[in-house]
Nanobody
Framework: QVQLVESGGGLVQAGGSLRLSCAAS????????MGWFRQAPGKEREIVAA????????FHADSVKGRFTISRDRGKNTVYLQMNSLKPEDTAVYYC???????????????WGQGTQVTVSS
């Protein structure tokens, strides 16, 4: 089992920045792909970014490409999402996931965090 705990969400003005963190505990020795999803009210959950278990491969959704950057510190078992130039449409609950089969979709991710709210005001 892997436990994921997100932090770093909050309220920010449009154009601002936030950095989300996802700390993994438990069976962290296994090589897990990890990623970030988000879900806005009334919308389906969507993948935002993902990173391979070794940190070499990354994926960013078109909607955030050039503004968000995913990274991981394997020594700290932590994945980060640096979010710059935030827009009101980035407002959502952001979830960390681990164990997805490919970083492009992170499908079948068995492990999820509880989510952290990001609100971007205009």
């Amino acid at each position: 089992q892997v436990q994921l705990v997100e932090s770093g969400g909050g309220l920010v003005q449009a154009g601002g920045s936030l950095r989300l963190s996802c700390a993994a505990s438990g069976r962290t020795g296994t090589r897990y792909n990890m990623g970030w999803f988000r879900q806005a009210p009334g919308k389906e959950r969507e993948i935002v970014a993902a990173i391979s278990w070794n940190g070499i491969g990354t994926f960013h959704a078109d909607s955030v490409k050039g503004r968000f950057t995913i990274s991981r510190d394997r020594g700290k078992n932590t994945v980060y999402l640096q979010m710059n130039s935030l827009k009101p449409e980035d407002t959502a609950v952001y979830y960390c996931a681990a164990g997805g089969q490919t970083i492009g979709t992170m499908s079948s991710s068995p492990y999820w965090g509880q989510g952290t709210q990001v609100t971007v005001s205009s």
